[in-house]
């Protein structure tokens, strides 16, 4: 892939932006969602339950103590299969597809215009590869939290099962885009701008200047603190994703759940939790994807 006489975005980084970089970056983007988030199922078995029962579920220690003792150390691991699968596919999307079409929106734009409204690209890039990574996750995550929250016995456990049965009651369940919200887009432009200001405000000096590890620790930090933004920002929609799951809830519309839970119930039940989960994984996933780029020679993401 030879340099164009023009600018490009596609050469502005360490190595040039050709098929072989983006497909690595779809791995690294399974690497950092899929591992992730399957290593947090506790958590997210917990944060599920405590939106849609919070009666019964009324905190992060307390939920899972309870948790355990009704189904056994398997019932905090619910939802495992779906869990890794779909979110593996919604990084390899999400992060993989932002690369491409942030190279692509800058390019329509040219040098100057890109310079000038690097929030713009970011949210555009961000939203385009959201689509692509919603659909692909959406099906997943219904799987996931109807297994979360079905009460014992009342629903399979296993992945194979899950999503047969799944299938099967499509008509009730809406599956498998009955809870296609997307709600995360945000998480991306965070980021970027966190790790600018990073490198405009405390490290001042040129980015490649600084020790990879340093900027690694840039790209952990800005991750965990756009994560917390965008958890506090997403929690709504989240918690109606949870909700749609509920047994109690078949057949009504988002509006009705929204209606009967209240706008208040929906943006706190299970907030610190999910802040305290997203904040970590965010931080995690642009930490692995970030080690992932600069193992293979590509950098790593953002700056000034």
């Known amino acids: 892939m030879s340099a164009p006489t023009q600018w490009n975005a596609r050469y502005i980084g360490p190595v040039p932006h050709d098929t072989s970089y983006y497909a690595k970056c779809m791995l690294g983007g399974v690497l950092a969602c899929g591992v992730t988030h399957a290593g947090i199922t506790p958590l997210d078995v917990a944060k599920c339950n405590m939106q849609v029962n919070p009666a019964k579920y009324n905190g992060l220690a307390s939920g899972l103590k309870t948790l355990v003792a009704e189904e056994g150390s398997k019932g905090i691991w619910k939802?495992?299969?779906?869990?890794?699968?779909?979110?593996?596919?919604?990084?390899?999307?999400?992060y993989g597809l932002y690369e491409v079409f942030k190279d692509y929106y800058s390019n329509l734009a040219g040098e100057e215009l890109t310079n000038k409204y690097k929030p713009a690209i970011w949210l555009a890039g961000s939203a385009s590869a959201e689509v692509f990574?919603?659909?692909?996750?959406?099906?997943?995550?219904?799987?996931?939290?109807?297994?979360?929250?079905?009460?014992?016995?009342?629903?399979?456990?296993?992945?194979?099962?899950?999503?047969?049965?799944?299938?099967?009651?499509?008509?009730?369940?809406?599956?498998?885009?009955?809870?296609?919200?997307?709600?995360?887009?945000?998480?991306?432009?965070?980021?970027?701008?966190?790790?600018?200001?990073?490198?405009?405000?405390?490290?001042?000096?040129?980015k490649d200047s600084y020790s990879k590890t340093t900027q690694l620790g840039v790209t952990f930090s800005s991750g965990y603190l756009a994560g917390v933004v965008c958890a506090i920002v997403s929690h709504p929609a989240d918690s109606l994703v949870s909700q749609l799951g509920k047994a109690a809830n078949k057949g009504k519309t988002v509006g009705q759940i929204a209606s009967e839970v209240g706008?208040?119930?929906?943006?706190?039940?299970?907030?610190?939790?999910?802040?305290?989960?997203?904040?970590?994984l965010t931080g995690f996933q642009w930490w692995i994807y970030d080690s992932f780029k600069s193992a293979m020679g590509m950098g790593t993401t953002g700056g000034k």
């Open 79 to 94: 939802g495992f299969g779906p869990t890794f699968v779909g979110y593996s596919l919604q990084g390899m999307f999400k």
């Open 133 to 206: 990574a919603d659909i692909a996750l959406c099906p997943l995550e219904m799987v996931k939290v109807k297994i979360q929250t079905s009460p014992p016995g009342t629903f399979p456990t296993s992945f194979g099962a899950a999503l047969a049965e799944m299938n099967r009651t499509k008509v009730e369940t809406r599956f498998p885009f009955g809870s296609l919200i997307p709600y995360t887009m945000a998480k991306f432009f965070f980021f970027e701008k966190i790790v600018q200001l990073f490198y405009t405000h405390v490290f001042t000096a040129p």
């Open 263 to 280: 706008l208040v119930g929906l943006a706190t039940k299970g907030l610190g939790t999910r802040v305290l989960m997203i904040g970590t």
